[in-house]
């Protein structure tokens, strides 16, 4: 029998099924505050929560029975899973439940912009009869650019071609023959712009999507060009689309998402009146509500019984007490297919995962699963997990191939990913583990390291003269931007060398572009792990 405590609304047969399977001792408190839950987190072994309920770091630190945390929903941004992590709790989430339900909204958006439905309800219930100036367009036969193509984006594209549009998608992470088999063409992301008559956006909200529809965008988009974003608040620039609609440049968007939410009242969007606007409806839905609260219900009653997890964003199937052990080799892994992900120039196709020395003493498909969950989450629009990962990246056609290494390093244990990419370059990344508190990536293409695998991270290529990182250590200076480590690899004097550069800050476009402009400078790239 296990204490649970439900921290937010969620359908009755999901506080059914906590009760009956396993006799739950279950506390329903679904408008508890954080400083509430923080004063009786002590009691529980389980959390469950949806989107309003925050589970913060003093929350999990002070559940000291804590086992498993619950999110009835995709998104885990609300559960501080770092800290979960570190204290060896379990967060799950489900993955599948919100799929139609946010498709559906995004269809919904889609329709309502063309035909101009609000605005038809407004002034309606004004008393007018404003036929002729709300004068719509029809989908058929208009381009649909979809950016990004994980499940939602799958599911909008599938309903846009039964309205018998022309969908052309953009996803570095889908090879052109999946997006062909389900009908779409491929496209550039500057093709999507220039082309669609209507843009909808599914991707994650990372430091490469952050900001990427903006002023610039919007210059070389049509007239007539529609945009809605079910995804994340952050991806379109706001302030350059409401300059783009009051300009004339677009004629329209809908948001359901934004980087602060709810949305502030005096919100300047609030009053564009070719701007619609939801409030995070995307997974608001009696059937979407009703599945994730039941996914997560049977997830946590089969941890307890069986001690099976599933659905797990922090954790592989296996053994608890296997799982502690293994913790920093799968941490570790996380990191550097992260880190691989974002280095990568180009659509990567194949993944070889290669380990030695004392790492295989355990099975090392966790690690692999581990690798591969790490690269695909800054590509996706969902919290990737251990029982996705693999699927997922089969779906977008990438081979991964695991083995033991017969390469000859001096670490105690190393864990190498190679990726190839499609443009046919390479790239090679190794990690090692010092101690259970000290992972390094050690190896990055042919230069020897000693970086930290986290954070805030410059990856500079640079000519090997005097001054040249005396320079950039300045520029991040004058940005108020403090340096947490730095180290360096290079061939032979006075060529070309490589600095990695961890900082306590994030490193904006500005920042880079400064630093890229240098003379020594041959490359920048800021990575967030």
Request: net charge negative.
């Amino acid at each position: 029998m296990a204490k649970i405590l439900v921290a937010d609304k969620i359908a009755d047969e999901g506080i059914k099924i906590l009760q009956d399977g396993g006799n739950n001792d279950v506390v329903y408190k679904p408008e508890i505050t954080v400083e509430e839950m923080a004063e009786v987190a002590p009691d529980f072994e389980a959390i469950v929560v949806r989107s309003r309920a925050k589970v913060p770091a003093n929350v999990l630190e002070k559940g000291k029975k804590l086992k498993v945390v619950g999110r009835a929903g995709v998104g885990v941004d609300n559960v501080d899973v770092p800290t979960a992590t570190r204290l060896g709790i379990i967060v799950m989430n489900t993955p599948d439940g919100n799929t139609i339900s946010a498709a559906e909204q995004a269809m919904s958006l889609l329709l309502a912009i063309a035909r101009n439905t609000a605005r038809a309800d407004k002034t309606m219930k004004e008393g007018k009869w404003d036929k002729k100036a709300l004068t719509g367009i029809e989908l058929y036969g208009k381009t649909l650019g979809v950016v990004g193509l994980g499940r939602i984006g799958k599911a909008v594209a599938k309903r846009a071609l039964a309205f018998e549009m022309r969908v052309i998608c953009y996803d570095p992470g889908v090879s052109p023959d999946e997006i062909q088999k389900l009908g779409m063409a491929n496209a550039t992301l500057e093709e999507i712009i220039k082309e669609s008559d209507f843009i909808t956006i599914h991707t994650p909200l990372t430091e490469k999507t952050k900001g990427m529809i903006g002023e610039e965008q919007f210059k070389y988009m049509k007239k007539n060009c529609r945009i809605i974003n079910c995804a994340r608040g952050g991806i379109i620039d706001e302030n350059a689309l409401l300059q783009a609609i009051n300009e004339g440049k677009i004629a329209g968007a809908a948001l359901d998402v934004f980087p602060v939410e709810p949305l502030p009242e005096d919100s300047p969007l609030r009053k564009c009146e070719k701007l619609l606007l939801t409030p995070h409806l995307g997974a608001s839905t009696v059937e979407a509500q009703e599945k994730v609260a039941l996914q997560v219900a049977e997830q946590i009653v089969t941890y307890f019984k069986k001690g099976e997890i599933i659905n797990a964003v922090n954790a592989p199937s296996i053994d608890p007490e296997l799982l502690k052990v293994m913790r920093p080799y799968l941490d570790l892994a996380e990191d550097l297919g992260k880190f691989a992900s974002s280095y990568a120039d180009s659509r990567v196709v194949k993944i070889n995962c290669l380990f030695s020395g004392s790492i295989l003493d355990y099975p090392l498909k966790p690690i692999t699963t581990a690798i591969v969950k790490g690269f695909l989450e800054p590509l996706t629009d969902f919290a990737v997990n251990y029982i996705s990962a693999m699927n997922l990246a089969k779906e977008r056609g990438v081979e991964v191939v695991e083995s033991k290494s017969t390469l000859e390093y001096q670490y105690t244990n190393l864990i190498t990913i190679e990726t190839e990419m499609e443009n046919g370059q390479t790239n090679k990344i190794c990690g090692t583990l010092y101690t259970k508190e000290m992972p390094r990536i050690v190896i990055l293409n042919d230069r020897y390291f000693n970086a930290v695998p986290s954070g805030n991270m410059l990856v500079i290529k640079n000519k090997d003269v005097p001054g040249t990182i005396g320079t950039v250590c300045t520029i991040l200076g004058n940005h108020n931007v403090n340096i947490a480590d730095l180290t360096w690899g290079r061939n032979k004097p006075l060529g070309d060398a490589m600095t990695i550069i961890n900082t306590d800050h994030e490193i904006t476009a500005d920042i880079v572009k400064e630093i890229d402009a240098h003379e020594n400078i041959l490359s920048v790239k800021f990575i967030k792990v």
